[in-house]
């Protein structure tokens, strides 16, 4: 019989390799699950898991998809660390992109290099103020960041809507629900000549970088970590358990805005009812899948962007319907949680004493 | 004239209120074993698809209200897995469950997205149910009885019966529960298992009730709306019927406006409100709370393990 007995620390090797073994459970299980709703399982799998990586045409695609996930990623997994749950990335990313094309659509007329930087700026501070609410809120009244923050996501995809419909919309737009293009001082550099890759896949990078510094190297990264795992000794030690939340808070909400920005003066290039495809949400899995680690989150987002690209891809090849892509990450996302229990638990096959 | 618009905007006001309140009450039930399922809204939405699916198959509602159930009931089973015996973080878990209910319903109903299917009707005999005042009372369908023998049914188990006494002793201090001799992670299973099954006849209520038709992501957020009752409830049943009547309340307004045409409010305004509300009761309960920290169960979304 299967014997369990719990590690007094966690499995490093494990710690590592249960990703691998979620995606291979993943695939296995999504053959399984397509085949069942009577579409070609095998090649979905494929389509959707191999077909990004084994494609060069298809990298670029990975790099613009993978960005916004890993920086909403970064700033979400920091505030996990502390037991800070903002599960509303996804306003806080729809704000941001608000944000940045307000003073776009004030600067539509003007040229200059200050224009993009204005408008990351505001990217920023517009989800950091979406994010200031739940923390306030928490901070102060002891009311959950998990429901403040996720209801402020409808009201954020709301107002959106109401902007591009109203006040916003395109006068030159024959009508559709949608504002201004941006021009080419309020659009993101592209860094590679002639392809998608823009200016924010290194700016994901460096941030990765950043936040894996600020994690092992800081008084602020360390203080994060002991408020999240041992609060009382938190107390104890001087570690304000309210800046805390307050500081993980506006990091990932700031986070979140920016990467909206770049969606929207990137990719976009305006905004769109179409513009929230729920990043916010699947960063929460990439936060997972990396082990809530700056560096594992880069792997994260590059697993979960291909698995857009290949969604897209198995559309055509299997027919797979668009939805299939969303249940495909929460399958990866069951699966990390449940190999997590390799990490913390040592199962050995033992046979019965006779 | 005017009595028959109250009378149907009381029907319209009791049809709101009671997906909610399904969910919620089976919610409440979750968390007072001290299980924090934020799968809600993920479970609600696999039995709108399930109990759509089978009654458009079969053509039977009644049939289509136990898919609703069982589905609801199957999907609350992959968290328990998870979340009790796997010990896997119940806030994660909770967040799984709500991404793959979305992701799984809308690739279910991808292929009955605009279908139609005959409407889950009222139980009483037409000479009641179609009364032109007696309907506010006897013209509902089956799922609204349920919910108000629900409220009164949890709240005399949770605090006259002797299970209900394990349960909540399961909720406040597993510990000393399993100390005691009870099994902790059964009980939870069970309280799980309820919650799911009501969460999924409170999305059904949507496919297969308020709109008989299949839409992607119809529940709306609803299933968090449940989750933020609770909170409000402090946890007991008799509060979270006026909640989600309140929040009923604020829904139905939400619907006269647009239907009314108000035009100095925009639709997507309006759209807000119920967000905006839950936000705004979740705060006032906060202000309003004397002591501690809102009477929610002492054990509740904290793993338990008898090893």
Sequence with gaps: MLEWRRRREPSLPMLALSPLIAIALTMALGMIVFTAMGYDGFHAVGSIFLTPFLEPQRWADIGVKAAPLVMIALGLAIGFRANVWNIGAEGQYVMGAIAGTGVALLTYQMTGWWILPAMVLAGILGGMAWAAIPAFLRVRLQVSEILTSLMLTYVAVQFLYFLVRGPWKDPDGFNFPQTRMFTADQTLPTVLEGTLVHLGIPAALLLALVAWLLMEKTTAGYAVKVVGLAPAAARHGGFSAERTTWATMLLSGGLAGLAGLFEAAGPFGQLTPQFPIGYGFTAIIVAFLGRLHPLGIVFGGIVLAATYVGGEIAQSTVRLPQAATGMFQALLLFMLLATDVLVRWRISWKRRAA | ?307
């Design chain 2, 1 to 307: 004239m005017t009595s028959a618009i109250l009378v149907s905007i009381l029907m319209t006001l009791v049809a709101a209120s009671t997906p909610i309140l399904l969910a919620a009450l089976g919610e409440l039930v979750a968390e007072k074993a001290g299980v924090l399922n934020l799968g809600v809204e993920g479970m609600m939405l696999c039995g709108a698809v399930a109990g759509f699916a089978v009654a458009f198959s079969s053509g039977s509602t009644t049939l289509g209200l136990f898919a609703a159930l069982l589905a609801g009931v199957a999907t609350a089973m992959v968290f328990a897995v998870l979340a009790l015996s796997l010990n896997a973080n119940q806030v994660a878990t909770g967040l799984a469950l709500t991404i793959f209910g979305i992701g799984a319903s809308s690739l279910i109903g991808a292929g009955f997205v605009g279908r139609t299917i005959p409407r889950l009707g009222p139980i009483f005999p037409a000479a009641l149910s179609e009364h032109p005042w007696l309907r506010v009372v006897f013209g509902h369908d089956i799922l609204v009885y349920l919910s108000l023998a629900l409220v009164i049914g949890i709240g005399f188990f949770l605090r006259r019966t002797r299970p209900g006494l394990i349960l909540r002793a399961v909720g406040e201090n597993d510990a000393s529960a399993h100390a005691i001799g009870y099994p902790v992670i059964a009980i939870r299973y069970a309280a799980v298992a309820f919650g799911g099954a009501l969460a999924g006849l409170g999305g059904a209520y949507f496919s297969l009730a308020l709109t008989p038709m299949w839409a992607d992501r119809l529940t709306a957020g609803r299933g968090w709306i449940a989750l933020a009752l609770v909170v409000f409830s402090a946890w007991r049943p008799g509060r979270l019927l006026v909640g989600a009547y309140l929040f009923g309340a604020v829904a139905t307004l939400e619907l006269q406006a647009k239907a009314a045409g108000v035009s100095f409010l925009a639709p997507e305004v309006l759209a807000m409100a119920p967000y905006l509300a839950t936000i705004a009761v979740l705060t006032m309960m906060s202000l309003g709370r004397r002591t501690g920290r809102l009477d929610a169960p002492a054990c509740l979304g904290k793993p338990f393990s008898a090893v």
